[in-house]
């Protein structure tokens, strides 16, 4: 059964950073993509950055040239390096993983920007 485990989020005070770190583990397969969404409270889940399996990445208007996705050392891992965070970045962000044409999500781990 394939598991997504984030970790990384807390309470940061606006211009500060975070790194986020999400570990996939059941299979023996390699993630096709994997990325990071956020959902505010009242707000759909967007798509932060994702990352495919040859490097490519994508990013939302709102956090380039802050965030960084990269793969994790780990296989089935991904990591997202937040700087200069303004409060409207507030939100649960959600760890993503596309295998085999399915979607798989973790739990969550939330951040708090503070103003």
């Known amino acids: 059964q394939v598991q997504l485990v984030e970790s990384g989020g807390g309470l940061v005070q606006a211009g500060g950073s975070l790194r986020l770190s999400c570990a996939g583990s059941?299979?023996?397969?390699?993630?096709?993509?994997m990325g990071w969404y956020r959902q505010a409270p009242g707000k759909q889940r967007e798509l932060v950055a994702d990352?495919?399996?040859?490097?490519?990445?994508n990013y939302a208007d709102s956090v380039k040239g802050r965030f960084t996705i990269s793969r994790g050392n780990a296989k089935n891992a991904v990591n997202l390096q937040m700087n200069s965070l303004k409060p409207e970045d507030t939100a649960v962000y959600y760890c993503?993983?596309?295998?085999?044409?399915?979607?798989?999500w973790g739990k969550g781990t939330l951040v708090t920007v503070s103003s």
């Open positions: 993503r993983a596309l295998l085999a044409g399915i979607d798989y």
């Open positions: 990352i495919t399996g040859r490097g490519s990445t």
């Open positions: 059941g299979t023996v397969f390699s993630f096709a993509a």
